[in-house]
């Protein structure tokens, strides 16, 4: 098992704390466990390339209905599309081209039987009413910067709900090797049952 230490790094305290007992659980499972830095430029550039690519394929496919319709869009909703509107040729082919280093980076990192293990989000669930910009910056972004590394790597993640932090349901995430689907829910299931 790869425990994402910059991915922990991420998660607020309190999050990582009532996360490691479930950390704990799952490196049972294995015979081996290091961390590892899975983005060593920072998770930030994985989420960039992301949030490009994301915001360019939104605009090609949506883009010509939204600009003859120009639909009412909810806060949070109508922001990401105009940010995909904005989005750039050149910004999309120096993104695709970052694409390919990231995927190639988690191919040589995710070996076949390694599995890499991280935090499903950086703070629990936001409170009904949260503010959009709030939502925006302190759980969208950082979150993204955890699940942009399955997104990108075209990996299959399982979240698996092993903690609670004030009476709110955290979870942990094992990544697993390209086309490791059926092993990774094995694997899974494993774990669930020796916890439960």
């Not at 940010?83 to 120096?94: I, N, Q």
């Amino acid at each position: 098992m790869l425990i994402a230490e910059d991915c922990f790094d991420l998660v607020d305290t309190n999050v990582k704390q009532a996360l490691q007992p479930a950390l704990n659980a799952v490196s049972r499972q294995f015979n081996q466990c290091s961390t590892v830095i899975v983005a060593s430029e920072g998770l930030e550039s994985f989420m960039e390339c992301f949030r490009i690519i994301q915001g360019a394929e939104i605009w090609q496919s949506l883009g010509s209905w939204i600009e003859q319709h120009n639909p009412h869009l909810g806060p949070g909703i109508n922001e990401r599309i105009t940010a995909a509107r904005t989005v750039t040729t050149a910004e999309e082919k120096g993104a695709r081209a970052r694409h390919r280093e990231i995927r190639l980076h988690l191919d040589h990192l995710m070996q076949p039987g390694n599995i890499l293990c991280l935090p499903t989000s950086p703070r629990v669930a936001p409170a009904k009413n949260t503010r959009t910009s709030t939502l925006e910056v302190t759980y969208r972004y950082q979150a993204i910067c955890l699940l942009s590394i399955a997104g990108l790597g075209g990996l299959p993640e399982i979240t698996l709900p092993l903690a609670s932090l004030d009476g709110l349901p955290v979870g942990i995430s094992l990544v697993g090797a390209r086309g490791s689907d059926k092993q990774l829910l094995q694997l899974s299931r494993s774990i669930m049952e020796q916890v439960e």
